[in-house]
């Protein structure tokens, strides 16, 4: 710990030199002077932790060199000595904010020791107190900067709190061009330095320390004069040094205000802290900001460009699909029409024609059940036994076709609330998918039973499977997998246990052959 600075003030040589004997002896680093003016050209000059000073002194009185040391260097505590102590002097040096009183003569000099040090722990206690009461509202601003992550913002949210928090008129904020090294003004609020300024910001940018200058005061004479030459009291500059930023946060007060204490200096330090804190956070929010914009863009623009391939692949599909039957109801309708040709090859003709009239029929609407699925009231239904009716139904194609069917329910299967013709569609649809999946025949496993929420069917053929290259595209209009389909089936499918509120899914990871998923809910859901 630095050893205190004792300046003594005393018109009587003897008495300032036994000060210095006493107080030198015990440790503290000490030097006198006899004229009060003298002593206050001193101050200005030079930094004190305490100044002792006699009450009675010619052309200046003790309180007047108290009132200009208090002025010039806040920070220092103050002791004042007496010959004549009175209940008067007493009440002045409390009113004047004096640290302490001690009466001559001295004695051995344990008094004088005895009161420099308690004067000292007052001082010290002062400031304390000073600086837990200006860091309180800081909690406040913290919160208030680390909430802002807008820049602009929040570069105006510092300069406010400096101006607020340090009781100044001016502030502002210089930031570092990482090209040429310069500094540039972000904002401000009062009075702008001149270009010269830049020189001492850059100064405490490469110093990496912060600054603090008082017009009146002790320090250096050549930045107090750029101080009055700006016309202000007292100045502060503070780096802010980080990977990504360098900053000087200024503030400085008018002629007419206070000059800054080490306390401001150090609540300014914290202000700095949390800016940089708020910045940085700004800045990584705004990085964000802009990662999540650009995905987002990127993601509108595959979604639009999946939705035009899609587009495309669906117009080739109904074009194909309609157009086939068209082109043969117009040759028929052509042949037909000849005169030449015998009744019965017209008729076979017209015959052929209403067939592939059908057919298109057939085909536009389960184009029509895909875009809009058919609405039927809910009622209760037990899968189990729909699937029961659904094989006993279809027992003799599965059987022509060499496929067996097992269904294994474990545990109570609870009733559930769906369109019945729309889910017994569904259940058809997978059936003859694993039967045209397996044409020489094969074995078709519906596992059944109860989870969370609803009821989980299970259908694993062991056929042939889907290819994994087409593995995705399943579920799309006319898209199909065997020769002769229409590419519905499953879309339709699909759509129908949605509309359930339910999911319909390929599990790829169950070999051989293909294996879909369905869960429907319990309630239902329309």
Do not use: W
Request: glycine share 6%; charged share 25%; aromatic share 6%.
């Amino acid at each position: 710990m630095e050893t205190p600075f004792v300046f003594v003030v005393d018109d009587e040589p003897g008495i300032a030199l036994l000060c210095k004997r006493l107080l030198t002896r015990a440790g503290y680093k000490v030097e006198t002077e006899t004229a009060p003016r003298k002593a206050i050209e001193y101050l200005k000059e030079n930094k004190i932790d305490l100044m002792l000073v006699d009450i009675r002194m010619p052309e200046v009185d003790g309180f007047e060199v108290i009132q200009h040391a208090q002025r010039l260097q806040p920070d220092a505590a103050m002791l004042i000595m007496t010959g004549h102590g009175t209940v008067e002097t007493a009440i002045r040096a409390l009113r004047q904010g004096v640290d302490g009183l001690i009466l001559k003569p001295f004695g051995q000099g344990s008094e004088l020791i005895d009161a420099v040090k308690l004067a000292l722990a007052d001082s010290q206690q002062k400031r304390d107190a000073a600086r837990t009461q200006a860091l309180r509202p800081l909690f406040s601003v913290t919160e208030s900067l680390l909430s802002e992550t807008r820049r602009e913002p929040l570069l105006d949210l510092i300069i406010s709190a400096i101006c607020g928090h340090l009781q100044c008129s001016h502030a502002a904020c210089y930031q570092q061009n990482a090209d040429n090294k310069n500094f540039t003004l972000l904002t401000s609020r009062g009075t702008q330095p001149p270009q010269t300024f830049f020189e001492l910001i850059s100064r405490v940018d490469a110093s990496a320390t912060p600054l603090l200058i008082n017009a009146k005061g002790p320090g250096d004479a050549a930045l107090k004069a750029h101080l009055a030459d700006l016309k202000l009291d007292a100045a502060i500059l503070v780096p802010i040094l980080r990977p990504n930023m360098r900053m000087v946060l200024y503030a400085a007060r008018d002629l007419n205000q206070p000059p800054f204490r080490e306390s401001d200096l150090e609540l300014f330090q914290i202000l700095a802290r949390q800016a940089a804190a708020a910045l940085e956070n700004a800045r990584l929010y705004a990085e964000q900001l802009d990662y999540v914009r650009k995905v987002e863009e990127s993601q509108k623009a595959l979604l639009q460009a999946e939705k035009m391939a899609a587009a495309g692949r669906l117009s080739a599909s109904i074009a194909h699909e309609v157009n086939n039957p068209l082109q043969a109801v117009q040759n028929c309708l052509h042949l037909a029409g000849r005169e030449d040709l015998p009744a019965e090859k017209r008729k076979e003709y017209f015959d052929l024609a209403r067939t592939e009239l059908e057919r298109l029929m057939l085909t536009v609407r389960r184009m029509l059940d895909f875009y809009r699925p058919s609405a039927t009231s809910l009622e209760k239904i037990d899968l189990t036994e729909m699937l029961r009716y659904i094989l006993n139904l279809m027992s003799k194609q599965l059987s022509e076709g060499n496929v067996k069917v097992s269904v294994d329910s474990s545990g109570k299967i609870p009733s559930i609330q769906a369109v019945g013709s729309q889910i017994q569609q569904v259940f058809i649809n997978l059936i003859l998918n694993a039967a045209d999946a397996m044409p020489d025949g094969g074995d078709l496993k519906i596992t059944t039973h109860a989870v969370k929420g609803g009821i989980e069917l299970i259908f694993q053929d062991n056929g042939k499977g889907i290819p994994k290259e087409k593995q995705p595209n399943i579920f799309e209009p006319f898209f199909s997998t065997k020769d002769g389909g229409t590419g519905l089936g499953l879309t339709v499918s699909y759509n129908i246990i949605t509309a359930h509120g339910g999911t319909l899914e390929l599990l790829t990871d169950r070999e051989p052959g293909a294996c879909f998923r369905i869960f429907l809910p319990v309630g239902g859901k329309q």
